[in-house]
């Protein structure tokens, strides 16, 4: 005759029909590993589980992708020039400059001797005008989503009244061009569900010990004897002990609705605030490596902010007037469409590179002095030790 385990109230077992254990060899009670009951429910929430909100048909659980805003209720204000710049000056370094960099750069290498540094004799400098072009545009983007939580007595306003639109909920940005998130849970969608994870239970059958309560006793790996007639003392000669994740319950608390059996079901509204920059350096014939002038600053000759910007105007160089109406463009076709400028700014930077070249016993070498901060490259440095040249 076969058994049938008997299942707790809490999704546990209490024991099975027969008097509860098999003899061992011995004689003691051995116990059984009931069947686990099959009362999880889905780990991902159900569609039917969320209603139908005016506004919010197509979200979904996880995410349904941002929202493309509506039409400006009033007209946009037009791009407007900027101001333009008389003076574009072309800052050069001096010599003692050059050498102080040259000698700085050369000790904060510990395989570098400073005798270059020290040394050499600079025969030329040569100035380039390198210019930097920055658009940086300021967006706000808005996404939804269903959430839920344990019901603990929140609110309950779904269909009290139609709930505002995405883009009609207030949300205050942080200063411009500073990234930035809000979630807000949106009114009058929340409504109260039977949790899916455990069926409205409050109670999971626990992993660990397959719901039984109890598992396979480690001394004595379920014989019930450690050695010969030596009963086990760790589980008392049943070859089982109760199972410390659960507690010999069987089952554990549902981690979703934290036992509650109920859950509060709304839709979370995330707004995000991004600062899309993008770059354009006009290339120079020095010989220096662009990606080195990421790395600092230069000197700002021109700054524009406005809700949309003009394009450069004035400039002398004109691969910056270019750049500058085609990044401007660009901007306008990427963010327009799913999210909403709030603004935008423009700002043109001169990065200072020096090209200097020195000698020292005897033959030429050359490095570059770059940037505010008096950045040095030097790639062919001619004085370095063994650790330098292996690497």
Known sequence: MEHQPIYSSQGGHYGISNPGYVPTAGGAPAMFTPPVADSQGPSAPPASMFDSMPGYEGTVAGGGGFLPPPMPAVPTPQPQPGPEQPHWNIPSISEDTAREAFALFASSKCCYSSAPAKEGVITSMEAFNTYRYRLETFTESRSTEWS?????????????????????????????????????????????????????????????????????????????????????????????????????????QCDVCHGKQQLLVYINLTVKWTNNSDDYVVEQSSGLQVDNLSKVSGKELFRDSQYMVYPVMGFPDPSVVNAAQRLINDHQARFSQTSRILQQRQTIELIPVTKVTYTWKGNSHLYFVYGNEFKVSADNYPATCCCCTLL
Not at 212 to 230: E, F, I, Q, T
């Open 148 to 252: 839920h939580e344990p019901y603990s007595g929140q609110a309950v306003d779904a269909y009290a009244q139609p709930p505002p639109g995405p883009w009609d909920i207030p949300a205050q940005p942080p200063n411009f061009f500073l990234n930035g998130k809000k979630t807000i849970k949106v009114p009058y969608t929340s409504s109260v569900k039977s949790c899916h994870s455990c069926v409205g239970m409050g109670r999971k059958p626990c992993k660990d010990c397959a719901g039984a309560g109890n598992k396979v006793c480690w001394v004595c790996n379920g014989s019930g004897y450690r050695h010969g007639d030596d009963r086990c003392h760790h589980c008392s000669g049943r070859g089982r002990e109760n199972c410390s994740r659960c507690h010999g319950q069987g089952s554990r």
